[in-house]
């Protein structure tokens, strides 16, 4: 394989459950540049069942843009020769559901979210997390873990040297349920033990002929400590040699593949860590899909990630109705419309998942059900990213099962640097304001945050190159993958409507510019991409922009395609009940940013 | 970028149909390969393993879990009836007596003495799998079930309710874009597949499960409707195990929708024959839609192509669209161009996009995403 500095091309294809997308990048010079992206429909359902079917069509699709031969037959060309080929092919996968699992652990708000914790960090859905403490009785726990049919099962419980009675009735659970692995018939269920290490034997003893056992470090050595990065890695480890070596065609795209296979969402959550390590900022990333929605976050080096399996634009559209009901996503619209007609148009979303708006009054609908599930999913993210639970208090173990309430959440808006969305309704965006406008709505930033939109989806290509070519990935994600949408000044509290909350004033390249905004109002002030202001902001007195109430803050501020967004609405942010006044609110709003066409 | 992929739904008057017929666990297969069968004619039989239950015997007997073996009535393996005495304790020289007794009837299947706890298995549960179509055993997969082979009319719905079912086609309206009222629920429709218009609602429908209807097929079903009926908000489209009474079939979509012509025509030119039908709908990876199968028994499987060759080459010039997003939901088509270049809709996102021309009507520019293609 190449040495890192010397590739002069790379070829990456992420296989989404419906679409393949590939992207050509090379070496322009001294830097590593996009070239082109082509996608095709993922082939891993019938009739095609061979997921390298949709890999060779997209990248066909890139030989064609790019105007250059990748493909000799059905073989990918490495390394590069003259024009012809690449010299680094990888790819992440996503598709035929990604990677499904369970967890499982003593308590459930401990060693059961540690596991969580582990599993989501390393790209998995968590379809359940089975606890000792969970209130189900034991058969109705086998039942769901044979039900659920998994793809791997991640089992932990107890800190190392207590108590191995806990791990023992876990695994004979799961001895009992026999579970079946989702892909594959003929092979055994590949279950990882992150546990007391005190219960190794107990567990191999009772799992070591029923399944395919691995056994690695405890992910909750002691109570203050979490050491979930071995289950991760081991995860990986068995995504590849089980999971994806059972999804047909997989075997033969692992083998075209320079690097190991990723899964998308832990490709992701590779490349946010790396931007939050660099930086040393925070950062909040967001991916919003047609069936899930990912959260990523990184606050003080914290590294989370959670996912809302059912919230997504078009295969779980319905389900955001479902979960956040008509109302809130009603208040979002800003014209009239009737509950039976908002309810059949997201049913014919649901089940055609592939149309597109094609008038306005369809995109302002879909982009006020985008709102509602990004909320949703940054709700469910600050529950689970929190500090460890059951620590620094001096009680006996039997005292911890209660301490449920301890761990407060890492998420602190006001802390935020950096929020990045991704996913077509916020990358596809036909104006960047709209993206601008929906990440502020679902997120409520306060103080001052940068806003970004992932252009075309590369963030999890980019986090695969990352792990072994890390100035191409950053090259091409600070160029070609981000697209600065600008700043967000949004104080903190309440005033009265229409009484004057933020005064601010950039020193921008083109001179001095100064705003009031009103409470209640949103205001933009033009800054271009790669120009940064020097910014006074002055809160009025009942308003907070970090430093205190009434206090002003200076900070450098970065523009965008949009510029900096001034939300005076403030926070917590509330609309007007009223269906007359709330319309009128959103209608100024929109104006003031300019997001649809007159 | 040759051609546009949109997969459509099959409406077909033939086409051979070929269905697997698998036991969810490994069991014994009934028939034989060449046999002819009814839908309702049961394949294959096996038994599912029983629920698992447990009991924290050494607790309850006041033991050390180590020690549970020697209190133990009953070994692995041995039957055990409900509350029959599976362990017992003995202490103060025999004044006081513990019991340990089953909660169920079935096997003792596992004790732990690390966990002190007894496993106890309930009986197998016996399943069994009909044939679903009227046809032929094409295949036997020993010792998991059966591919059955017939041919005739298949239509794809695109959203149902309910399982599996089967039963004698019935209309009970005259025209795709009639409505079934209450009016239309009458006579003897107990065992029958009944043809909808466009539209039912939930009352109706309820009225219909009265009558002893197995399915009814319609074009548009209405959100609320559906909500009604099932009795919650359905939130992800994975349906097939509602047990509702009836089997039902959306052919067009949510709302009032006029059922495709095609449609109508072919399940109506075929009143009186047996229809086999299944609700189940899931909308992800691996997409099923509901499915409407009339066999032709006077046709041989062997005598029809496998189908979907269409499909397969993708849309072009002259392929028959359906719109499947407003604002023109519903209405059927014929492709004029496929420009290759994107164009700006009036959300402003360019995107791909077709012309069709919809029946007597000129032509429209639309997204390509917002087609599917059909039969003719």
Known sequence: ?598 | MAHAYTPGLRVTALARIERARRLPLKGTVLVEKGKMLRAEDVVARTQLPGNVQTVKAASLLGIHQEDLREYMLKKEGDAVAKDEVIATSKSFFGLFKSECRSPIAGTVEGVSTVTGQVILREPPIPVEVNAYVDGRVADVLPGEGVVMVTAGAFIQGIFGIGGETSGVLHAIVDGPDEAVGASHIKGDLAGKVLIGGSYVTHEVLRRAVEAGARAIVVGGFSDSDLKAFLGYDLGVAITGQEEKGITLVVTEGFGKMRMAEKTFRLLRDRVGARASVNGATQIRAGVMRPEIIVPDPAIAPESVAAGAEEFAQGLRVGSPVRAIRDPWFGRIGVVTDLPPELRPLETEASVRVLTVRFDGDAEVTMPRANVEMIEE
């Open chain 1, 1 to 598: 394989m190449a040495e890192p500095n010397d590739i002069r091309s790379v070829l990456a294809t992420d296989c989404g459950s419906t679409t393949t997308k590939a992207i050509l990048i090379e070496k322009v010079g001294d830097e590593y540049r996009l070239v082109v992206r082509g996608e095709a429909p993922t082939t891993v359902e019938a009739p095609f069942e061979d997921v390298t079917r949709g890999v060779l069509n997209a990248i066909m699709e890139v030989e064609e843009l790019a105007g250059r031969r990748l493909l000799d037959g059905e073989r990918i060309i490495t390394p590069q020769n003259g024009t012809d080929g690449v010299d680094v092919y990888l790819s992440t996968s996503s598709a035929g559901g990604g990677l499904q699992m369970m967890v499982s652990g003593v308590v459930k708000t401990m060693t059961g979210e540690s596991a969580e914790r582990a599993a989501l960090g390393a790209g998995a859905i968590v379809m359940d997390i089975i606890a000792s403490n969970d209130g189900r009785l034991p058969h109705e726990k086998i039942r769901c873990i044979r039900e659920l049919r998994p793809d791997m099962i991640l089992l932990s419980g107890g800190i190392d040297g207590g108590t191995t009675t806990h791990v023992a009735e876990l695994a004979e659970l799961i001895a009992a349920a026999d579970p079946k692995a989702r892909l594959g018939a003929g092979y055994e269920l590949p279950v990882i033990y992150a546990g007391n290490k005190d219960a190794r034997g107990i567990v191999e003893e009772r799992l070591g002929s029923k399944t395919a056992l691995v056994v690695t470090d405890n992910i909750r050595p002691v109570l203050e400590r979490e050491n979930l990065m071995p289950a991760r890695l081991k995860i990986h480890d068995l995504f590849m040699e089980h999971v994806m070596a059972h999804a047909p065609g997989y075997k033969k795209l692992m083998a075209w593949t320079s690097l190991p296979i990723m899964p998308t969402p832990a490709a992701v959550g590779s490349i946010i860590q790396r931007v939050a390590e660099r930086d040393r900022i925070n950062v909040i990333g967001v991916d919003i899909g047609g069936a899930t929605t990912d959260i990523f976050s990184v606050f003080d080096e914290v590294f989370n990630r959670t996912v809302s399996a059912n919230l997504g634009m078009s295969y779980s559209v319905s389900n955001v109705l479902a979960e956040a009901g008509l109302d809130n996503i009603m208040r979002w619209v800003p014209f009239d419309m009737e509950e039976a007609d908002l309810r059949n148009r997201i049913k014919n979303k649901m089940i055609r998942p592939t149309t597109i708006p094609q008038n306005l009054e369809e995109l302002q609908v879909e982009q006020a059900i985008a709102r509602e599930a990004l909320r949703l999913a940054f709700e469910q993210h600050k529950s689970l990213a929190v500090g460890l639970k059951g620590v620094q208090q001096e009680r006996t173990i039997s005292d911890t099962f209660d301490q449920a309430a301890s761990g407060e959440t890492l998420i602190d808006l006001g802390r935020l640097h950096l929020l990045v969305g991704s996913g077509g309704v916020l990358s596809h965006a036909p104006r960047r304001a709209q993206a601008a406008a929906m990440l502020v709505d679902a997120f409520l930033p306060e103080g001052l945050t940068h806003l970004a939109v992932d252009s075309i989806f590369m963030m999890p290509q980019l986090g695969v190159l990352a792990s072994k070519y890390e100035k191409a990935a950053t090259d091409v994600f600070e160029k070609d993958c981000l697209i600065h949408l600008g700043t967000a000044i949004a104080p903190v509290g309440a005033a009265k409507e229409g009484a004057p909350a933020v005064k601010v004033a950039l020193e921008t390249p083109k001179g001095r510019v100064a705003r009031e905004v009103p409470f209640g109002a949103m205001a933009v002030i033009p800054l271009a991409v790669g120009e940064t202001a020097r910014a006074v902001i002055e809160p009025a007195k009942s308003l907070d922009m970090g430093d205190g109430k009434g206090k002003s803050i200076e900070a450098t501020v970065k523009g965008g395609v949009v510029g900096v967004v001034v939300d005076a609405r403030g926070r917590p942010f509330a609309l007007p009940g009223d269906a007359a006044k709330r319309i009128a609110k959103l209608n100024d709003w929109k104006e003031a940013l300019g997001l649809y066409p007159r």
